[in-house]
């Protein structure tokens, strides 16, 4: 059973940065290619970033340049850095694994407000 454990939002002004972090436990993290989805109030969770087991990495075209993924097999975990934030990137972060997913985490906030 995996448990996902997603950390690191906040309040931050726009352009600031912040970096998310999500810890999975449980076996075979390596094997996932793993995401980065948002969810602002109100709309549907939208996928924002990808990285796969070898560290391959694709990117919404709304973070493009702004947004790195990362992750550490051995540690199991998925980073996202986040820089020049804008208020339209407040959301909730989760990180999973494609269909089938595991069970959702409860998500870290982001607020980018001045």
């Known amino acids: 059973q995996v448990q996902l454990v997603e950390s690191g939002g906040g309040l931050v002004q726009p352009g600031g940065s912040l970096r998310l972090s999500c810890f999975a436990s449980?076996?075979?993290?390596?094997?996932?290619?793993m995401h980065w989805y948002h969810q602002a109030p109100g709309k549907e969770r939208e996928l924002v970033a990808s990285i796969t087991s070898s560290g391959s990495t694709n990117y919404a075209d709304s973070v493009k340049g702004r947004f790195t993924i990362s992750r550490d097999n051995a540690k199991k975990t998925v980073w996202l850095q986040m820089n020049s934030l804008k208020p339209e990137d407040t959301a909730v972060y989760y990180c999973?694994?494609?269909?089938?997913?595991?069970?959702w985490g409860q998500g870290t906030q982001v607020t980018v407000s001045s």
């Open positions: 449980g076996s075979f993290f390596s094997m996932y290619t």
């Open positions: 999973n694994k494609g269909f089938p997913h595991f069970a």
